[in-house]
């Protein structure tokens, strides 16, 4: 049984006009903070690209996602999270990422598609968290939206669900451990990144996620 969903109402246009991108669509780039500025090709997101983030739970996919909004929100681009039920502002802040700049939709549901693509007018930069395995129409659609408003997406899937399609970037990771004395303080983990731009066919990062200061770093 089919059931017509209603129509979405359109932003108005002062709300539309308070998140609006800061840069036009033109400039290409978004900007990123280290460590992934000198990790990923072009230091930078691309507009209209799509980065995959996956991981297996509980190893740090979350926080490397979150992690690539740094840079964005600092240069003070608007960006959205999609799907996560906590955020963790609390983490997001020590990651250093302006809270004033994000907005979240926690609990799409199987809507996380479409409540991604309505926000591609108003941001620059959408982390979506995708639930189960993408069908590959949705996936499809999502991309394309985006390559056509030129918001980067970045798309936060476990390993054993993986996204149904090539993307520009992935960034994998492999695995992770906690170290510390006393307590732990420290989230080692492998990541590999692979896709346009990268010499060969992957590279692989030793990565503090998050080091002692809550900020992600390469680790010594």
């Known amino acids: 049984m089919f059931v017509k969903l209603p129509k979405r109402p359109e932003l108005s246009a002062s709300l539309a006009a308070k998140i609006r991108p800061l840069a036009s669509a033109s400039s290409r780039q978004i900007p990123l903070d280290e460590p992934w500025s000198s990790l990923l090709p072009g230091s930078s997101l691309r507009r209209g690209a799509t980065l995959n983030v996956t991981a297996p739970p509980g190893v740090g996919g979350l926080t490397t996602a979150y992690s690539l909004l740094t840079g964005a929100t600092a240069a003070g681009h608007w960006c959205a999270v999609v799907g996560v039920d906590d955020p963790g502002v609390v983490a997001m802040a020590e990651l250093g990422i302006d809270l004033r700049r994000v907005l979240f939709v926690p609990r799409p549901r199987g809507a996380w598609a479409e409540s991604s693509s309505d926000l591609f007018d108003g941001v620059d930069v959408v982390v979506v968290r995708v639930p189960s395995r993408a069908p590959h129409a949705a996936a499809r659609t999502l991309m394309a939206r985006a390559r056509e408003r030129g918001v980067a997406l970045i798309v936060l899937t476990e390993?054993?669900?993986?996204?149904?399609?090539?993307?520009?970037?992935?960034?994998?990771?492999?695995?992770?451990?906690?170290?510390?004395?006393?307590?732990?303080?420290?989230?080692?983990?492998?990541?590999?990144?692979?896709?346009?731009?990268?010499?060969?066919?992957?590279?692989?990062?030793?990565?503090?996620?998050?080091?002692?200061?809550?900020?992600?770093?390469?680790?010594s």
Do not use: F, K, M
């Open 159 to 219: 390993s054993r669900a993986p996204w149904p399609l090539p993307v520009d970037l992935t960034i994998e990771i492999v695995s992770s451990s906690w170290e510390g004395s006393s307590r732990l303080t420290t989230r080692q983990a492998r990541a590999r990144v692979s896709g346009r731009g990268v010499t060969g066919l992957a590279r692989e990062y030793l990565l503090d996620l998050p080091g002692v200061a809550g900020r992600v770093a390469t680790a």
